[in-house]
């Protein structure tokens, strides 16, 4: 079974700093990885994905993830976090149930607090 | 403006009462889907649909029923609504061309059980 773990529920940083959020996956087959963002009161928007090809894959907001097959983690990073940031990040991975229905099996998501 | 539109928005619902979710694109995707959000649970999938006319089971399915009659709706029904069944609720639908590979969701609807 396909799952994703995002071992921080809350990740605290200072306005200017750079941000990680964490994700490790565990999928048969080739990953297929995005990252979403959720701001309060609003629906997911997407940032990122990685499908195959360079391990950096550059996104929206200027946020970007790392593709690492070996350590099978895609963890976010912003290199100058904003306190517009401040919001809830999901990672995300395609799963395949085997009806071919390719859904998207969610982390439990990562509060990001960007402290001006 | 091309996405997905969910309604309603927000909903107060008394416990065993009947409820329906609907959910329509505008994109053509062929494969839609219902998820749960629940404070540290992130997102369950419910119920999805690879095409018109076919529907599955996903994560938490009990207590809830989808059709799919067209490409467009995908509407999500809770036959006799229990508390445990307050969450916020979205559709979403994914494309599968190439670079273009990905999947939209809508804005979500909130709902309460009493």
């Known amino acids: 079974a396909q799952s994703v773990a995002q071992p921080e529920d809350q990740v605290n940083v200072a306005e200017g700093n750079p941000l990680t959020v964490k994700c490790t996956y565990s999928?048969?087959?080739?990953?297929?990885l995005f990252w979403y963002v959720q701001y309060p009161n609003r629906g997911l928007q997407f940032l990122l994905k990685y499908i195959t090809g360079d391990n950096l894959v550059k996104g929206s907001y200027g946020f970007e993830a790392e593709f690492n097959k070996s350590q099978t983690s895609f963890h976010l990073k912003k290199p100058s976090a904003l306190v517009s940031d401040s919001a809830l990040y999901f990672c995300a991975v395609r799963a395949d149930s085997g009806a071919g229905s390719y859904q998207l099996t969610f982390g439990k998501g990562t509060k990001l607090s960007v402290i001006p | 403006i091309a996405g997905i539109t969910q309604a309603p928005t927000s909903q107060i619902l008394a416990a065993g009462r009947r409820m329906t979710l609907r959910c329509t694109q505008d994109m053509r995707h062929n494969a839609m889907y219902w998820y749960r959000q629940d404070l540290g649970l992130g997102l369950r999938l419910i119920h999805y649909?690879?095409?018109?006319?076919?529907?599955g089971k996903g994560e938490v399915p009990d207590g809830y029923s989808v059709s799919r009659a067209n490409t467009d709706d995908f509407p999500l029904t809770l036959a006799s609504a229990v508390p445990s069944q307050t969450s916020v609720y979205f559709c979403?639908?994914?494309?599968?061309?190439?670079?273009?590979?990905?999947?939209?969701f809508g804005s979500g609807t909130r709902l309460t059980v009493v």
């Open positions: 999928v048969s087959g080739n990953p297929y």
């Open positions: 979403a639908s994914r494309t599968s061309f190439g670079e273009f590979y990905g999947y939209t």
């Open positions: 649909s690879n095409t018109a006319g076919t529907t």
